[in-house]
């Protein structure tokens, strides 16, 4: 254990004075501010009504001049577009009796806005006053802001790429002092290095990510949860991380060949995104799949230890399976270089 914490604690050091590698550890936290002060502007604009055909054109003369009206053929495909990602209200309307449908994510007073809308509209045509209408609300979906979630994962996401970055960066610069043959006359064994050489970029990433819950505002979570899953999630880029510095020449090479982990990562959240959850299954042969679901369910805090257990199953299964892939070729680089 003395051996490990050796190791982590000078690649640590080597980072700080390494600009590359403290570029990586600072930039994800900057960045994760900058989008999080965006989040509330990016929730904002003119409201968008959605309604179905109940809705009668008197009604809807009341509210188009002050909102974008969306017309749906039926009451489904009304509540799937008020759980889209944007900020859209709901309405429905059935013999004077109006319901408003919210995902629980819209602006503190659109619902009050269309109410008075409705208000105003009927008093000016009848003379009245008093609404003899009823209004009611549906509430078909989660709190959470659509925006600030997808913010906080892909920012997450990339906190595990670039902890397995900073491994990379450790392995090349291993590779230039020309160490790796002389680890051979030590008594320090191979999975001591594998773990010392992976505690630092993990350790990054994990409190990257931790503060990354609280800046998009979800430090109430449970933490734990989150520990757990980024744990896992930090299986995958550690051995893509050793993958890339063995092969990798030099620092610049070892960024550029990391780029290719944003295909699969940016195919997997899009996907996520667009494809309905029943057709999810043609995304499990990404492991940022698993870790985009636990961290999903950990936000909308419907995350279970069970679940979570699956998630991490998933990636560990992948994790292993590409291991099995380059263990070969792991073992071959480390030798020679």
Known sequence: ????????????????RDFIALYIMVSPIVLAFLIASFVP????????????????????SYVSPYAHVEVFDNRQDLEDR?????????LVEDHGTYEILKEGNEQDDSSTLIINLIRKGISEKTGQFELKSE?????????????????????????????GMVVSMNIIEEKENMTFGALNATPLSRFEFIVGKSLAGSIIAVIQIIAMYFIFGFGHVDLLQVLFISIMGLSIVIIMGFILGLV?????????????????????????????????????????????DGMT??????????????????????TF?????????ISSNM???
Do not use: C
Request: charged share 15%.
């Open 1 to 16: 254990m003395k051996r490990i914490l050796s190791i982590a604690i000078r690649d640590f050091k080597s980072s700080v």
């Open 41 to 60: 502007a990016t929730e904002s604009g003119m409201m968008t009504l959605a309604v179905d055909k109940s809705v009668t054109q008197e009604t809807l």
């Open 82 to 90: 008020v759980n889209a990602l944007d900020d859209v209200i709901g």
């Open 135 to 163: 209004i009611s609300f549906s509430d078909i979906g989660a709190e959470v802001s659509p925006v600030a979630l997808i913010g906080l994962i892909s920012m997450a996401v990339l906190a595990l790429v670039l902890g």
């Open 248 to 292: 990798s020449p030099s620092q610049m090479a070892a960024l550029a060949n990391m780029k290719i982990l944003f295909l699969p990562i940016s195919i997997t959240i899009i996907g996520a995104l667009m494809i309905p959850t029943s057709k999810h299954f043609v995304l499990w042969w990404s492991p940022f799949y698993w870790i985009y």
């Open 297 to 318: 369910n950990i936000v909308n805090e419907t995350a279970t230890w069970p679940g979570l257990l699956i998630d991490g199953l998933g990636v560990t299964v992948i």
């Open 321 to 329: 399976i590409i291991f099995l892939i380059f263990r070969k070729k």
């Open 335 to 337: 030798q020679t270089s």
